[in-house]
């Protein structure tokens, strides 16, 4: 204890915090070595983004807890924010082992909506590709992420070979895999153009992807919002599809979007309606109008009409 | 599991001989389950086969047998935008019992919709083919084609039941070479194509079966479901050797040249009823190949049922979807299609078995084609016995002429009465009268089929036609006439009595009383059904 300190009165310190400034104190090498000036440190291993290591989150326990997460807790928000529809699950009757689910892309509700919509062989096995500098920025988002819906770290500012390789290993491992191949949420309600991620897997791994459509989640919580506002939402599965052969995986990236986009169609007609209008090639696009923003804006029509259905009140003069 | 001997090499269907180290054998008794000793020495226990293996991708199966139809075009080479185009399909009688998520008819109709919608068709009708059976629930439909397809077509009125009393809705085609009126639903007979979506669970089902019966009224049907057809039908379940069918294919030449262009697809399934795993599975199983959990398994369920009041009973059997799996599907040409389909379904169901019996015995299960969702009231349990299982052979029945039959049921008096209210007039009015066929053929079947109030429930309600009990009876006439006596263990007794058979208490009360028929230390033989087997009798 200092001098200043006794003359204060203050208290005597505790033996543990003690001995933990004895043990800072000590010399190297019983403790690191600081770096010499001049010299350029070197840069510490990178634990966050791509490089985070999740291999934690697939072992028996974090897989528990996550089943134990998605059942209870996510299960229960999803059906009171969402009150979501399920459809098309049959379609995967006779689809066995890892595939990968292509789905749109709305909001941080549509990776909840879609794990605990999954049909039973894939529920408790499949990982699901998140934006690396998102959801793995920091040390405690890249955990919970890896915890809560077994996120693993993709790149979508840069190309890297090093998130496509975890991907297939881990499909190849029997693990399925939950992708939005939009590479992030819709800005404006619409859908945006469908990147190769999830056509290159399949076309690297063999397995079919599921096109799957997702209704409804940006009313709930688009992007921008941080409060959710409940509304309804559907989820439709799509027929297990599998690249042609001599096509790549740009028009296979293509081929899922029209799948989606008829899956959509179908939510909004009818299925019928729908599957004709696969077949003459004019299902209505996922990406809206080319046009200025306000009139996508305004294309959007019905879509969001749930945002706009705040109760309104006369004023209370 | 993939490795499970049971799915990858199932075996074949046995004829077990009873000896003393046989165990109690497995009575399906309505909702419930007998344990019954057989005598050793004198008895034999027929088995049926192990389910066969599914077809591994049922989907691109049934897209192979549309592109590649027998004796017929390619599905997409007859579809053309402007067509009227129908599908029928096959209602909910079959399978039994009803079947796991996607039901087949909705793969199939999904895949043929698919190919119409690429074609540019938009006039299409889909249609319950149900002859006189009662109209299909929207969750049955549901169930059948799947909501894709309900919620595309059923908000334009293009998704309905047949209506074979509806007068503008039939059609008459001609006489056969017999003079056999052959009738057919309007909208069917009017249309450029006319597709079949078939289920085979029995060799009974398909063929010519399916539109001149399923899509006809009373006036054709009356020409093979009469006493006189069933009694030269040994056995219905033997297309060549059946009346029944050699009348609905004499329809079916006048449909061919008169009705519509038909492309029939139709359908076999594995008999994998109760399931590999899960608490029914036992039920498929070999008494002595159950193990403990088996055991556990059916006490449990077993007291459990015995406590519970019916209405809870049938929920629970009600609920259950089996989990078949297709064995084959083929398009094309209705007679070629046919044959084929055939073929696959002798393949699960035949077992062969040397020589008649004194005795044949077997339970009977909770269902029967005409009670899914409902009641199997005394009718149903005598056209189940007597109809269909006695029928379930090929070459000559199980039992011998003059030979007793004991079955298994509780027999309840009781009925539905939204589904069954002819059935109710008939047990009360024809059968207290004679239980003779022919006789109540002649003295009652046109009073019934022309009762103005059973056509409106049979028309608005979802009740079966005022005729169909008769068609029941007539289905058991030809074992009624080749059998020495019926003895029903555990039933109603005043139900059985009614029905004119014996009500027996035990099984051994039951085959005391055989013996009075057929003397002392007959043999027995027990038909383990279901699952289904069909004895190939030598």
Not at chain 1, 141 to 159: D, N
Not at chain 1, 183 to 204: E, I, N, T, V
Not at chain 2, 526 to 535: D, G, T, Y
Request: glycine share 8%; with cysteine; hydrophobic share 40%.
């Amino acid at each position: 204890m200092s001098k200043l300190a006794r003359q204060i009165g203050l208290p005597k310190l505790p033996a543990a915090l003690s001995l933990i400034r004895r043990f800072r104190a000590l010399p190297f090498p019983y403790r690191a070595p600081s770096t010499p000036r001049g010299v350029r440190p070197l840069r510490p291993k990178a634990r966050t983004g791509a490089d985070y290591d999740t291999s934690w989150s697939r072992r028996t326990p974090a897989r528990m807890a996550r089943a134990a997460i998605i059942e209870g807790p996510m299960r229960l928000a999803v059906s009171g924010l969402a009150a979501p529809d399920r459809r098309g699950a049959d379609r995967l009757a006779a689809t066995k082992g890892s595939v990968i689910f292509a789905a749109n892309h709305h909001s941080h509700l549509d990776t909840p909506l879609l794990l605990t919509s999954l049909p039973d062989p894939w529920k408790h096995k499949v990982i699901v590709g998140a934006a690396a500098d998102y959801f793995f920025g920091t040390r405690v988002t890249a955990a919970m992420s890896s915890l809560v819906i077994g996120a693993i770290p993709i790149e979508r500012t840069k190309v890297g070979r090093r998130s496509a390789d975890l991907a297939a290993e881990l499909i190849d491992d029997g693990w399925s895999l939950v992708i939005f191949p939009e590479g992030g949420r819709s800005p404006d309600g619409w859908g945006q153009p469908f990147r190769g991620g999830a056509a290159f897997l399949a076309s690297k791994t063999g397995v079919p992807v599921v096109p799957v459509h997702l209704d409804g989640t940006g009313r709930i919580l688009r992007k921008g919002r941080s409060i959710p506002r409940p509304s309804t939402t559907s989820v439709t599965f799509g027929r297990p599809i599998v690249p042609q052969d001599g096509e790549n995986a740009t028009r296979f990236a293509a081929r899922i979007e029209r799948e989606v986009a008829a899956l959509a169609d179908e939510v909004s007609s009818d299925w019928y309606t729908a599957r004709k209008r696969a077949h003459a090639s004019e299902s209505p696009d996922l990406t809206g109008p080319e046009s200025a923003s306000w009139r996508r804006a305004w294309a959007l029509g019905d879509r969001s009409r749930g945002a706009k259905s705040r109760k309104r009140h006369w004023p209370n003069l | 599991m993939a490795s499970d001997p049971r799915r990858t090499a199932p075996r074949p269907g046995l004829v077990l001989d009873v000896d003393r180290s046989t165990p109690p054998i497995l009575f399906h008794h309505g909702e419930g389950f007998r344990l019954e000793k057989l005598p050793a020495d004198r008895s034999r226990i027929i088995y049926p086969a192990e389910p066969l293996p599914g077809l591994p991708d049922p989907d691109e199966s049934i897209r192979q047998a549309l592109l590649n139809p027998i004796e017929d075009d390619p599905l997409p080479s007859l579809l053309t935008p402007g067509m009227k185009l129908t599908i029928a399909f096959d209602d909910l009688s079959l399978p039994l019992p009803s079947m796991r998520k996607p039901d087949i008819r909705q793969r199939i109709i999904e895949q043929v919709l698919d190919m119409a919608a690429a074609a540019g068709v938009d006039d299409i009708h889909l249609i319950a083919a149900l002859a006189l059976h009662r109209r299909m629930t929207e969750d049955e439909l549901r169930h059948c084609l799947g909501d894709r397809v309900y919620d595309a077509f059923a908000p334009q009125g293009a998704i309905y039941n047949h209506d074979a009393e509806d007068p503008d809705g039939m059609v008459e085609l001609g006489l056969t070479r017999h003079d056999e009126q052959v009738t057919m639903n309007a909208r069917a007979a009017e249309s450029d194509l006319l597709i079949y979506v078939n289920l085979n669970i029995v060799s009974m089902d398909g063929g010519w079966k399916s539109t001149a019966t399923g899509l006809s009224g009373y006036s054709g049907i009356r020409h093979h479901h009469n006493v006189a057809t069933m009694l030269e039908s040994k056995s219905f379940m033997d297309r060549h050797k059946s009346e029944l069918h050699h009348s609905n294919w004499r329809q079916g030449e006048v449909i061919k040249n008169h009705g519509p262009r038909i492309f029939q697809i139709e359908t076999t399934i594995n008999n994998n009823t109760f399931g590999y795993d899960g608490p029914m599975s036992v039920l498929q199983k070999r008494e002595w190949e159950w193990n403990a959990k088996d055991r556990a398994t059916f006490i449990t369920m077993k007291k459990g049922l015995d406590m519970m009041p019916t209405t809870a009973k049938r929920a629970i059997f009600n609920g259950w979807k089996a989990p078949y799996e297709l064995t084959s599907v083929q398009a094309g040409d209705v007679e070629a299609v046919h044959d084929v389909t055939l073929e696959h379904c002798f393949k699960q169901h035949l077992v062969p078995v040397e020589g008649q019996t004194d005795v044949l015995t077997f339970g009977l299960p909770y269902i029967c084609p005409y009670n899914v969702n409902s009641v199997m009231n005394p009718i149903l349990v005598m056209c189940l016995g007597l109809g269909y299982f006695f029928n379930m052979y090929r070459g000559k029945p199980l039992v011998r002429e003059g030979g007793v039959l004991i079955m298994s049921h509780p027999t309840p008096w009781e009925f539905h009465p939204v589904h069954h209210p002819s059935y109710i007039d008939f047990f009360e009015q024809v059968l207290s009268d004679t239980t003779d066929p022919l006789e109540l053929e002649a003295k009652y079947e046109k009073q019934f089929a022309e009762d103005e109030w059973y056509i409106h429930l049979y028309r608005n309600s979802y009740a079966y036609h005022g005729v169909h009990p008769f068609y029941m009876w007539y289905w058991g006439a030809s074992a009624l006439q080749h059998l020495g006596r019926v003895i029903i263990v555990g039933g109603d007794k005043r139900a059985v009595r009614r029905l004119g058979f014996q009500p027996a208490s035990t099984m051994q009360d039951a085959l005391e009383m055989a013996s009075d028929v057929v003397g002392p230390a007959p043999s027995i033989t027990h038909l383990h059904n279901p699952p289904i087997l069909m004895a190939d009798v030598t």
